[in-house]
């Protein structure tokens, strides 16, 4: 099953799983709740997994999907080259993590390492998670300066369409962001990060 939230990257990997005999296209979702309610009707064995996507993002439907389904794989399989998730990607049962320049062939060979059991790391992932295992870990340390700009505006009271219009960006973009910071905080509602930030000193000193 694949889970993007855009279409044409959609149809591009259902077109790569139907040039292989071995590999079966059952199912798809542009988002994370829908994700975790397609597991039910197509039960999938594998799940290529977007991580950043408006509404319930990646890492938090990798951790619902594999609640409820803990057989299913799941490929964390991402455009961005945002190091700073691959363990929470991995903490949420993601088995393999993988930037989406990889080959046709590469996918291939991934699905089918992790239907075996095996875990399939990109060379960014695998420096991602030495450099974490190195490092002193308090919440919030891993976060963007762009990321602390939004939750500083998140505490102050701000809506997505008022940060969308405050920092001239649009209100997807804030969306994904905001689904950054839940996951690299590691919460599920705004309260949660808005108490974490006050709680831990996460308030950006400088608004571009």
């Known amino acids: 099953m694949i889970v993007d939230d855009h279409e044409m990257v959609r149809r591009g990997l259902i077109d790569i799983l139907r040039a292989y ?12 709740s829908e994700a975790l309610m397609q597991c039910g009707e197509c039960r999938p064995d594998i799940i290529l997994m977007d991580l950043v996507m ?27 080259n945002d190091e700073q998730l691959v363990p929470a990607a991995l903490k949420a049962g993601a088995t393999g993590y993988l930037q989406k320049n990889l080959t046709m062939d590469e996918l291939a060979d991934a699905i089918r390492r992790t239907k075996a059991g095996w875990p399939t790391l990109s060379p960014e992932a695998t ?10 870990v308090h919440p919030g340390h891993n ?7 939004i939750l500083t505006l998140m505490v102050s009271g701000c809506s997505n369409a008022e940060i969308a219009e405050q920092l001239v960006v649009s209100l997807f973009t804030v969306k994904s962001h905001v ?5 690299k905080l590691g919460v599920n509602k705004r309260t949660e990060a808005v108490a974490l930030a006050v709680e831990n000193g996460l308030i950006s000193e400088k608004m571009d």
């Open 127 to 136: 420096r991602a998670l030495v450099a974490a295992a190195t490092q002193p």
């Open 21 to 32: 005999e071995d590999l079966e296209f059952v199912g798809q979702a542009s988002e994370g």
């Open 54 to 80: 408006p509404g319930v993002g990646g890492v938090e439907a990798t951790s619902r999907i594999l609640k409820q389904y803990p057989d299913v794989g799941v490929i964390a399989l991402t455009s961005f």
């Open 143 to 149: 976060l963007t300066q762009r990321e602390r700009q």
């Open 179 to 183: 689904s950054n910071i839940f996951s």
